[in-house]
């Protein structure tokens, strides 16, 4: 796992004479919170849960998979884009759904309705600068178990849906599983 040092290093090389140049001196609060939550992340991430980062050493973007083991979703793959902006922690990760799915709380856009996503909210679950990366993995996870949300829902088609006829729920919900797993 990439260390506050190792990053710190990487990014203010020592001169020939053991200075480190002025220039490359400078590491973004973003970036050391970063450092030690990504660990934490990949150490405390659920079972149906992985993280993919296409570069290593750009800890403020990556790909949060998920695999649901139960529920409505059961079966299906699930990715997510999750962009960590300069003003993480005081601001929540941009976070989007990149598979097509029929969810009360994820609308074709990839749009998520999630609290903790949101800077504000109503129900006082929203961004606080104490939250990390791990309690957005465990509540992206959760929205296909005990955090789904038909109550309160950004995609109102399925939640009607839900309310109505919860058998054909559950196939329009593995018509877009079979579709995402013929592309894969």
Same mark, same amino acid.
């Given at each position: 796992?990439?260390?506050?040092?190792?990053?710190?290093?990487?990014?203010?090389?020592?001169?020939?004479?053991?200075?480190?140049?002025?220039?490359?001196?400078?590491?973004?609060?973003?970036?050391?919170?970063?450092?030690?939550?990504?660990?934490?992340?990949?150490?405390?991430?659920?079972?149906?849960?992985?993280?993919?980062?296409?570069?290593?050493?750009?800890?403020?973007?990556?790909?949060?998979?998920?695999?649901?083991?139960?529920?409505?979703?059961?079966?299906?793959?699930?990715?997510?884009?999750?962009?960590?902006?300069?003003?993480?922690?005081?601001?929540?990760?941009? *976070?989007?759904? #990149?598979?097509? +799915?029929?969810?009360?709380?994820? &609308?074709? =856009?990839?749009?998520?309705? /999630?609290?903790?996503?949101?800077?504000?909210?109503?129900?006082?679950?929203?961004?606080?600068?104490?939250?990390?990366?791990?309690?957005? *993995?465990?509540? #992206?996870?959760? +929205?296909?178990?005990?955090?789904? &949300?038909? =109550?309160?829902?950004?995609? /109102?088609?399925?939640?009607?849906?839900?309310?109505?006829?919860?058998?054909?729920?559950?196939?329009?919900?593995?018509?877009?599983?079979? *579709?995402?797993?013929?592309?894969?």
């Amino acid at each position: 796992m990439i260390t506050l040092n190792k990053k710190i290093k990487k990014q203010c090389p020592e001169a020939t004479n053991g200075v480190t140049s002025e220039a490359g001196k400078r590491i973004s609060i973003r970036d050391k919170l970063l450092i030690k939550e990504v660990q934490e992340m990949n150490e405390n991430l659920p079972t149906t849960c992985s993280v993919d980062f296409e570069d290593p050493n750009v800890l403020n973007e990556f790909i949060l998979t998920v695999e649901p083991d139960e529920g409505y979703w059961e079966s299906g793959k699930f990715k997510f884009s999750v962009f960590v902006t300069e003003d993480y922690n005081m601001a929540p990760p941009k *976070v989007k759904c #990149l598979t097509r +799915l029929w969810h009360p709380n994820i &609308n074709v =856009d990839g749009d998520i309705c /999630l609290s903790l996503l949101r800077q504000t909210s109503i129900d006082e679950h929203g961004w606080a600068p104490t939250r990390r990366l791990k309690d957005v *993995v465990w509540g #992206l996870n959760s +929205l296909f178990t005990d955090l789904l &949300n038909f =109550d309160d829902p950004l995609n /109102l088609e399925a939640a009607e849906m839900y309310k109505k006829d919860k058998v054909e729920f559950q196939g329009k919900v593995q018509e877009y599983i079979a *579709v995402n797993k013929g592309k894969r």
